[in-house]
């Protein structure tokens, strides 16, 4: 397999082109191995949950934003200095990254959320609406896990599959199939969950305890599941003896 993690063309029939699932497989597959979470690697689970959440600044990067926002609007209720502190921390973090010659997409990424975000919320004068970015994105990533399953393409097969080097050939065995599958439920109903739980608040402009409950459920949930998925994928590909 060549650097990248496509297959190689020549390899296969009539040199055809990679499919879409394969370009989209080595995709995931790369993000999964830059952040840590390639199988093959032996790592702990503590240890793979710990890089999937990006260590303490990687936390602190999830975290502060928001959290400051919900605490200066329910303390002072002033929508510009709750954005503009909020929208100041993850600057900061972006310019630290910078500054250190770090990568720096999930902070940049993190920054043009806040800054999109605050934006929606300073044109509709409604602090609620600083939420709506985040329901946005849960609503498309779960949408894509559940769609993903459903036609027999889970995204976290595909992942895994290019993780292991073994592409799509991981669907003609049925075991491996029915664990993508799950696991790409369990990621499903997670984005769900988020929104079932908040958008009625939203609703009710109950900004603290939405902000609350986005925190609550967002790393305490995330990483449970990442080291579910990580253990699930061990069973299917255990170490090799040496």
Known sequence: MPEGGLPDPSSSAAGAQPSASEILGAALGGAARRAGLDPAEGRSTRHVVWS?????RGILESVLPSLAFVVLFT?????VLSLAVSVGIAAIFTVIRLLQKQPVAAALGGLIAAVA????????????????????????????????????????????????????AWRVDRRKRRAFFWLSIAW?????????????????????????????????????????????????????PR
């Open 117 to 168: 975000a605050a934006a929606l919320s300073l044109w509709t004068g409604r602090a609620a609406d600083n939420f709506l970015w985040g329901f946005a994105t849960n609503g498309l990533y779960g949408t894509a896990f559940l769609i993903s399953a459903l036609v027999g393409w889970p995204l976290i097969g595909l992942a895994v599959g290019f993780l292991m080097g073994e592409g799509t």
């Open 75 to 79: 303390l002072t209720q002033q929508l």
């Open 52 to 56: 999937a959440m990006g260590g303490w």
């Open 188 to 240: 499903a109903s997670l984005f769900a969950a988020r929104l079932l739980v908040q958008v009625p608040l939203y609703f009710a402009n109950d900004v603290t305890a939405l902000g609350t409950l986005k925190l609550v459920m967002g790393l305490p949930l995330f990483a449970p599941l990442v080291a579910v998925t990580w253990l699930a994928v061990r069973a299917l590909y255990p170490p090799s």
